[in-house]
């Protein structure tokens, strides 16, 4: 807890339930109507589960909101030799509900940067679109969320 009611979390990682548990207990303790305001910090958060990223949101929102859409180009050779037109692979959005029980729904900011990756930035982006938190930083990594590891 910070001056003036202000509360700082810092979320390392989305790679445990672990922090979902740790993050509803500490907001339980403190009573949502009791910050005055909250600071999110996932400026070297090393990715994880994108949906315990969204499991804390849950506890953020008072509607429903969008996660990120996305595609990808879906490379083809024999097709692109037949004069075929690329095609691309999409999804999403998703959505993020609000939980049950007590939420915090006051001011937020959220700390981002170029070491806010994969799941953080899977995040990042519906509390931003949803203009539901101010963010305060660098921009982020631009990972896919997806590393290929070639031995």
């Known amino acids: 807890m910070l001056d003036d009611g202000v509360v ?14 740790e993050f509803a207990a500490a907001l339980e303790r403190l009573g949502p109507d009791s910050i005055r305001g909250m600071v999110l910090d ?25 996660t990120s859409r ?26 993020i509900s609000p939980a049950e029980g007590r939420a915090y729904r006051g001011p937020l900011a959220v700390l981002v940067g170029p070491n806010t990756v994969s799941a953080a930035e899977d995040f990042v982006v519906p509390l931003d679109y949803s203009n539901r938190a101010v963010l305060v930083g660098r921009t982020t990594a631009g990972t896919t969320g997806n590393p290929l590891r070639i031995p």
């Open 70 to 95: 996305w595609k990808t180009r879906q490379y083809r050779p024999a097709e692109r030799s037949w004069g075929q037109p690329e095609t691309w692979f999409e999804a999403g959005p998703g959505s």
């Open 42 to 66: 996932v400026r070297v958060t090393n990715g994880g589960n994108s949906e315990l990223g969204y499991a804390i949101i849950s506890r953020l929102i008072d509607r429903k909101i969008e």
């Open 8 to 21: 700082h979390f810092r979320l390392p990682s989305f790679g445990s339930e672990d922090i979902v548990t």
